[in-house]
């Protein structure tokens, strides 16, 4: 279920009707928050249902079967390992691994195949896997690490791993920091509301109005069967798919972190103005700050991070990244993806560029631009159809070429083009906090906000794209 759907529309107001009376006991509150997230989710295609109940169900036993049974507490861990990574291996990486193979096969010259025995059900990636499986196995691990006791209401355990707002695009919450909420959940306050409503509406706006314009554009770009050649034309591309990933899938992040307000529950921030970074370390801080965070504290620290010799800290930052790109699909452009982002870190480690910069006045936005830079290239790998047209369109963006280009629709083309100008100068000036430096009243605040949220939703309205699935629904 898409939440800029009618469905949604229909689903969310029924939700919110029903939601105050239910919302006082425990278990009533945690039964309607199942039924109606398994109900969000299954619109999809129930089927899938299954694994949300496989995964949640390994995991609520292992956690309980750790604290129980604490001499076998790591065979418990490994069996709560095994099944949410066997879930994703098989239905998100099988057929990647087998038409590889297969590929490798057909060059050494030998008949057998094996994508072609793999069944057609396990070819569809199930919405939001990727998220849902880390949400469930950090709750093990935590358990595993005695960060905190497990629950043991089933009910209470699905209510935080099922939450339809987060569900299928995060932000990945941690159990330790909603299951308590589950537990005592206070009366909405007139903040909670006004706030809740502010970051939907950011949220419908960067979606509808910033992300769904870029879409057609950077579609055509990347779908034409000949390439532009124009070095101008790929930087403005690549700027438009930048805020297009940023656009969409922070402003999912922005309307689950609404709905949560609204139901009296508080998510993590998972974006906090990543193209405003001073380091490409930073970006990594700012970016999908919930899935930067599992990596670190699930891969990173525990091979060691930076506490290490020199070598293993670099071979600990290509793991992590190689792991996060894999997470993100099943693709060996997502790989070069983050072994892009990979080398950049390591350069910058090894050359501490970025810390010198800071020492030198004014060369903060030359630092932002080159960070940019850096990004905007891992962006091509990302959204590449295959390694060779990355590579190609990595070539024309350096060639500088000035060539004239011709854009499909003119008119779109255009108006993409200065969307994107006008969200990335709010983005960057936000970053820096530029906004919040004038001396204003409070009352000018609050009176400017409201302006401006109807004038979100207006634009929601008349300005929207063509409406299309959340970018990262696919993970």
């Given at each position: 279920?898409?939440?800029?759907?009618?469905?949604?529309?229909?689903?969310?107001?029924?939700?919110?009707?029903?939601?105050?009376?239910?919302?006082?006991?425990?278990?009533?509150?945690?039964?309607?928050?199942?039924?109606?997230?398994?109900?969000?989710?299954?619109?999809?295609?129930?089927?899938?249902?299954?694994?949300?109940?496989?995964?949640?169900?390994?995991?609520?036993?292992?956690?309980?079967?750790?604290?129980?049974?604490?001499?076998?507490?790591?065979?418990?861990?490994?069996?709560?390992?095994?099944?949410?990574?066997?879930?994703?291996?098989?239905?998100?990486?099988?057929?990647?691994?087998?038409?590889?193979?297969?590929?490798?096969?057909?060059?050494?010259?030998?008949?057998?195949?094996?994508?072609?025995?793999?069944?057609?059900?396990?070819?569809?990636?199930?919405?939001?896997?990727?998220?849902?499986?880390?949400?469930?196995?950090?709750?093990?691990?935590?358990?595993?690490?005695?960060?905190?006791?497990?629950?043991?209401?089933?009910?209470?355990?699905?209510?935080?791993?099922?939450?339809?707002?987060?569900?299928?695009?995060?932000?990945?919450?941690?159990?330790?920091?909603?299951?308590?909420?589950?537990?005592?959940?206070?009366?909405?306050?007139?903040?909670?509301?006004?706030?809740?409503?502010?970051?939907?509406?950011?949220?419908?706006?960067?979606?509808?109005?910033?992300?769904?314009?870029?879409?057609?554009?950077?579609?055509?770009?990347?779908?034409?069967?000949?390439?532009?050649?124009?070095?101008?034309?790929?930087?403005?591309i690549m700027t438009?798919?930048?805020?297009?990933?940023?656009?969409?899938?922070?402003?999912?992040?922005?309307?689950?972190?609404?709905?949560?307000?609204w139901m009296g529950?508080?998510?993590?921030?998972?974006?906090?103005?990543?193209?405003?970074?001073?380091?490409?370390?930073?970006?990594?801080?700012?970016?999908?700050?919930?899935?930067?965070?599992?990596?670190?504290?699930?891969?990173?620290?525990?091979?060691?991070?930076?506490?290490?010799?020199?070598?293993?800290?670099?071979?600990?930052?290509?793991?992590?990244?190689?792991?996060?790109?894999?997470?993100?699909?099943?693709?060996?452009?997502?790989?070069?993806?983050?072994?892009?982002?990979?080398?950049f870190l390591s350069?910058?480690?090894?050359?501490?560029?970025?810390?010198?910069?800071?020492?030198?006045?004014?060369?903060?936005?030359?630092?932002?631009?080159?960070?940019?830079?850096?990004?905007?290239?891992?962006?091509?790998?990302?959204?590449?159809?295959?390694?060779?047209?990355?590579?190609?369109?990595?070539?024309?963006?350096?060639?500088?070429?000035?060539?004239?280009?011709?854009?499909?629709?003119?008119?779109?083309?255009?108006?993409?083009?200065?969307?994107?100008?006008?969200?990335?100068?709010?983005?960057?000036?936000?970053?820096?906090?530029?906004?919040?430096?004038?001396?204003?009243?409070?009352?000018?605040?609050?009176?400017?906000?409201?302006?401006?949220?109807?004038?979100?939703?207006?634009?929601?309205?008349?300005?929207?794209?063509?409406?299309?699935?959340?970018?990262?629904?696919?993970?």
């Amino acid at each position: 279920m898409l939440f800029n759907s009618l469905i949604f529309l229909l689903f969310g107001s029924t939700f919110f009707l029903f939601w105050p009376f239910l919302r006082h006991k425990q278990q009533t509150r945690w039964l309607f928050l199942i039924s109606a997230s398994f109900f969000f989710y299954g619109w999809w295609d129930w089927r899938f249902l299954f694994l949300i109940v496989f995964s949640g169900l390994v995991d609520f036993l292992a956690a309980l079967a750790i604290e129980q049974y604490p001499r076998h507490r790591k065979q418990f861990l490994i069996l709560s390992l095994l099944g949410n990574l066997g879930c994703l291996g098989i239905f998100k990486y099988s057929r990647f691994f087998a038409e590889s193979l297969d590929r490798l096969l057909a060059m050494l010259d030998l008949p057998f195949r094996l994508a072609p025995a793999i069944p057609p059900f396990l070819a569809m990636v199930p919405v939001g896997i990727s998220f849902y499986t880390f949400q469930s196995m950090s709750y093990t691990i935590d358990v595993y690490r005695g960060n905190f006791r497990p629950t043991r209401n089933i009910f209470h355990f699905f209510a935080y791993l099922s939450m339809f707002p987060q569900l299928v695009a995060g932000p990945i919450v941690r159990a330790a920091d909603l299951l308590p909420q589950l537990i005592e959940l206070p009366d909405t306050t007139k903040e909670d509301r006004w706030e809740g409503l502010r970051l939907i509406v950011h949220g419908y706006f960067k979606k509808m109005v910033i992300a769904d314009n870029m879409a057609p554009v950077v579609n055509a770009a990347f779908g034409s069967s000949a390439l532009e050649t124009s070095s101008i034309y790929w930087w403005l591309i690549m700027t438009m798919f930048a805020l297009q990933i940023y656009c969409d899938f922070s402003g999912y992040s922005d309307i689950a972190r609404g709905l949560a307000r609204w139901m009296g529950l508080n998510f993590p921030l998972n974006f906090n103005h990543p193209y405003a970074a001073g380091s490409l370390r930073e970006f990594w801080q700012r970016w999908h700050i919930s899935l930067s965070s599992w990596f670190k504290d699930y891969v990173y620290l525990p091979l060691g991070g930076s506490r290490v010799r020199p070598w293993k800290t670099y071979r600990n930052i290509w793991i992590t990244m190689l792991l996060s790109g894999l997470w993100h699909g099943a693709a060996w452009t997502f790989l070069a993806w983050s072994a892009v982002h990979a080398l950049f870190l390591s350069i910058e480690r090894l050359s501490g560029w970025t810390r010198r910069m800071a020492g030198i006045r004014g060369a903060a936005i030359v630092t932002t631009i080159v960070i940019l830079i850096q990004v905007w290239i891992g962006w091509v790998f990302f959204r590449a159809q295959s390694i060779g047209q990355a590579l190609e369109i990595v070539r024309c963006m350096f060639s500088f070429r000035l060539t004239s280009f011709y854009p499909v629709d003119s008119v779109l083309f255009l108006k993409a083009s200065l969307l994107a100008g006008f969200w990335l100068a709010v983005e960057i000036g936000a970053g820096y906090r530029l906004l919040e430096s004038a001396k204003i009243t409070a009352l000018y605040r609050n009176w400017a906000a409201e302006i401006r949220l109807a004038l979100m939703m207006t634009a929601c309205i008349y300005l929207r794209g063509p409406g299309s699935a959340f970018i990262y629904f696919q993970f």
